[in-house]
């Protein structure tokens, strides 16, 4: 039994330490590409086709130059969210569900011993 825990903490702190070099590596390498200072989201809302975008701000560039001629969409967080990223929020929504499905899957088993203890007394 003490060899299962030994085991079990360690492998958790070897999770831990790549975890951490992984945030760490990524924080020191991976440039930051957007920092939405520049954006003004009101005018950008309002007249998306005449909003100025001579300064390029990494990806938010893109996004505001292409967004209606590529997506059709007025909203560009929508426009991000479901068609840049669509794939994403598939995955995401699935994984939700799963987790929705499971959670009910371990409540009515609860449910069911339950009522099979009350029939039994």
Do not use: C, W
Request: glycine share 6%; charged share 20%.
């Amino acid at each position: 039994m003490k060899a299962r825990k030994a085991i079990t903490i360690i492998s958790l702190v070897v999770i831990l330490a790549f975890g951490l070099a992984a945030v760490v590596n990524a924080y020191l390498n991976i440039p930051i590409a957007y920092d939405g200072s520049d954006v003004n989201v009101v005018d950008l809302y309002n007249d998306p086709e005449s909003y100025d975008v001579s300064n390029p701000d990494g990806v938010a560039d893109i996004i505001v130059k292409e967004n209606l001629s590529k997506t059709m969409a007025a909203n560009n967080v929508a426009a991000v969210v479901f068609d840049f990223r669509g794939y994403d929020t598939l995955g995401e929504s699935f994984i939700l569900l799963t987790a929705i499905a499971g959670a009910f899957v371990i409540v009515s088993r609860g449910h069911k011993k339950a009522k099979k203890e009350e029939e039994k007394q």
